[in-house]
């Protein structure tokens, strides 16, 4: 079974810039679409990016676009979201997740796998 580990959360002053990475234990995921959602607290999870198998197309929830980048190097089974001008309501757990789905899969129901989350704390 294919495991994702997230690292890179933390406290940050907004404003600043934080980049999570997610990593696969097995080589499957160079075949598969890769996201990243997020759950605040109190609240429901929601879409953040996702990014197609090859890495040539992403795509990105609204409130999030033009600030947030998602990337993945496929030779180390690391997909990434490098996140700029971070916000206090960009706090939340944030989890990587893993999508055998049609492009572009932006509902929790077209991820198959999910990493255990990474909190991001913004300060105001």
């Known amino acids: 079974q294919v495991q994702l580990v997230e690292s890179g959360g933390g406290l940050v002053q907004a404003g600043g810039s934080l980049r999570l990475s997610c990593t696969a234990s097995e080589r499957t995921f160079s075949s598969d679409h890769m996201g990243w959602f997020r759950q605040p607290p109190g609240n429901e999870r929601e879409f953040v990016a996702t990014?197609?198998?090859?890495?040539?197309?992403?795509y990105y929830g609204e409130s999030v676009k033009g600030r947030f980048t998602i990337s993945r190097d496929n030779t180390k089974n690391t997909v990434y979201l490098q996140m700029n001008n971070l916000k206090p309501e960009d706090t939340a757990v944030y989890y990587c997740a893993l999508s055998k789905g049609l492009w572009p899969p932006t509902l929790s129901r077209e991820y198959a796998l999910w990493g255990q989350g990474a909190q991001v704390t913004v300060s105001s």
């Open positions: 990014i197609n198998w090859s890495g040539r197309n992403t």
